[in-house]
């Protein structure tokens, strides 16, 4: 991307030599990039909340949201005006800085962690070789505005809702970091760009056949972590109105409404990346139809982005919510067992290989 940019440049203004002037267009690239991710990113979870209506009410034998737009289609942006000018009311004994902090750092650490993910090859806007361990730092923080925006909020249902996040987060992030090493040991790196090259060398041009414990436990762990259905206990509206933003309203409820469905994004991207080969396809599948190695890196990244999105749809439209100690149990007496047992397997096989 940027060589391309470069080009660019060099042909209209000619070879750049001056190396602030370099440094100056090195920083406008990068400003780019993050402006078009971010941008892709936001219409993305606008488009998201809207599929997911309307996938849900064909699963429910209804209709879904129709009136604003073709076929509805503008009932995101809708929603958007809506909540941008509805009057924002803070509790009268709420800790107003934390309160106000709350949101922004669950918003701001979400749309961080877009930043290591390649969406097609070379194009990244930081690719770090510690790009899987980045955004697990940063799930981690976002956790942080869950658990500041019920302690400051005044309200046993928000406090309530916080104080299960946290223990989501102790339960589930383990889970899924371990539900990880067994790909990071087949491809021997913590880059997600060369985690998917990995796989394209990969007989199966994918991790998810022979990882295929793993990617069960991260589909999984990525429910709880995101806070979805059937582990929205941190939000369960049938006990605790809201959850952690039960108090929230206005531009500052959807501040966490688009972070949550950030998190969506990236959880089905890891996936997409550490399970399913990212942007690439199995090279015996072009062997045998040559045509489709024609058909961009980002199709491919999207459509397994959205096969892991609409898993999330499907499961919400299925399965009724867990006790919260059912769903304490199966993080810590299944998820994680299982993902320690893959670790175990993945490195037996591995020693086993090399030897050979």
């Known amino acids: 991307m940027n060589e391309i940019i470069y080009s660019f440049i060099e042909y209209f203004i000619g070879q750049v030599s001056n190396p602030w002037l370099k440094m100056g267009i090195d920083v406008f690239i990068i400003l780019i990039q993050i402006a078009a991710v971010v941008v892709v990113a ?77 969406f097609f090859n070379n194009f990244a806007v930081a690719n770090i070789n510690v790009g899987l361990l980045f955004i697990f730092a940063m799930s981690s923080i976002g956790a942080y505005g869950i658990v500041m925006s019920g302690w400051s909020s005044d309200s046993k249902f928000a406090f309530l809702g916080g104080l299960r996040s946290a223990s989501q987060v102790i339960s589930y992030e383990i ?49 709880a972590e995101t806070n979805r259905l059937p582990f929205d206990l941190p939000e369960a509206e049938s006990e605790l109105v809201a959850g952690y933003f039960t108090e929230y309203s206005g531009f500052r409820f959807a501040m966490f409404f688009l972070g949550e469905y950030t998190g969506m994004l990236i959880m089905s991207s890891v996936a997409a990346l550490c399970f399913l080969g990212g942007w690439t396809i199995p090279q015996f599948i072009t062997n045998a139809l040559p045509f489709l190695s024609y058909v961009p890196g980002i199709v491919w990244f999207l459509l397994k982005v959205y096969l892991i999105m609409f898993f999330y749809y499907w499961v919400r439209s299925t399965f009724p919510r867990y006790r919260y100690d059912q769903l304490m149990g199966i993080g810590w007496k299944v998820l994680i067992p299982l993902a320690l047992a893959n670790i175990v397997l993945t490195a037996f096989v591995k020693i086993l290989v090399k030897g050979l």
């Open 42 to 118: 936001l219409l993305h979870v606008a488009y998201a909340t809207y599929f997911e209506r309307k996938v849900m009410a064909r699963m429910q034998v209804r209709i879904g949201p129709t009136e604003v737009g073709p076929i509805g289609l503008l009932q995101p942006f809708a929603d958007g005006v809506k909540l941008f000018f509805k009057e924002d009311i803070i509790p009268a004994n709420a800790d107003k800085p934390i309160f106000y902090l709350a949101p922004v750092i669950f918003f701001a650490s979400a749309l961080t962690s877009l930043s290591v993910l390649p």
């Open 175 to 223: 889970a899924m970091g371990l539900s990880l090493v067994g790909v990071m040991i087949m491809a021997g790196s913590l880059n997600l760009s060369e985690i998917v090259r990995a796989q394209h060398q990969y007989p199966t041009g994918m991790f998810a056949i022979p990882q295929f414990i793993g990617f069960f436990v991260f589909l999984i762990a990525a429910l």
